[in-house]
């Protein structure tokens, strides 16, 4: 789960407000292919539920807050994203949930990789078997 790491943005922002600029190769670990972000979920809704095989994510909540778990399937780790200056990054094939959505909750996903539907491991039983671990 050492592959898991949460990646600290520097706040470049003065007396106007607050700026955060996150580039490619550069702040994260990746060349961005899609960004996309999730809102309106409430604090009962679990998304995610997914493991990938090509692509990696960088997670930031950069308004309201909340969870991410992530496993392997042998070790887990689960992080509170209530910063918007930081972020987790989440390495191929690892299990992830987000979850425990504050009302005002924006979370930016940014990856490596164009949608392909086919690359996701959807099923957790099915995932724990691609990785070698038995129940």
């Given at each position: 789960?050492?592959?898991?790491?949460?990646?600290d943005f520097k706040d470049l922002g003065d007396e106007r407000?607050?700026?955060?600029?996150?580039?490619?190769?550069?702040?994260?670990?990746?060349?961005?292919?899609?960004?996309?972000?999730?809102?309106?979920?409430?604090?009962?809704?679990?998304?995610?539920?997914?493991?990938?095989?090509?692509?990696?994510?960088?997670?930031?909540?950069?308004?309201?807050?909340?969870?991410?778990?992530?496993?392997?399937?042998?070790?887990?780790?689960?992080?509170?994203?209530?910063?918007?200056?930081?972020?987790?990054?989440?390495?191929?094939?690892?299990?992830?949930?987000?979850?425990?959505?504050?009302?005002?909750?924006?979370?930016?996903?940014?990856?490596?990789?164009?949608?392909?539907?086919?690359?996701?491991?959807?099923?957790?039983?099915?995932?724990?078997?691609?990785?070698?671990?038995?129940?």
């Open positions: 789960m050492e592959l898991c790491r949460l990646l407000g607050k700026l955060v600029v996150i580039e490619g190769n550069q702040d994260i670990p990746f060349e961005i292919k899609r960004v996309f972000y999730i809102y309106g979920s409430d604090s009962q809704v679990v998304r995610g539920q997914h493991a990938n095989k090509e692509s990696e994510f960088v997670l930031i909540n950069v308004a309201g807050k909340s969870k991410v778990r992530v496993t392997d399937g042998v070790g887990e780790h689960i992080v509170e994203l209530n910063r918007p200056m930081q972020g987790i990054y989440i390495p191929k094939m690892i299990w992830k949930d987000m979850y425990d959505f504050s009302e005002d909750s924006v979370l930016l996903v940014i990856t490596n990789t164009h949608y392909d539907g086919k690359e996701y491991i959807r099923d957790y039983d099915e995932y724990l078997k691609v990785m070698g671990v038995k129940k």
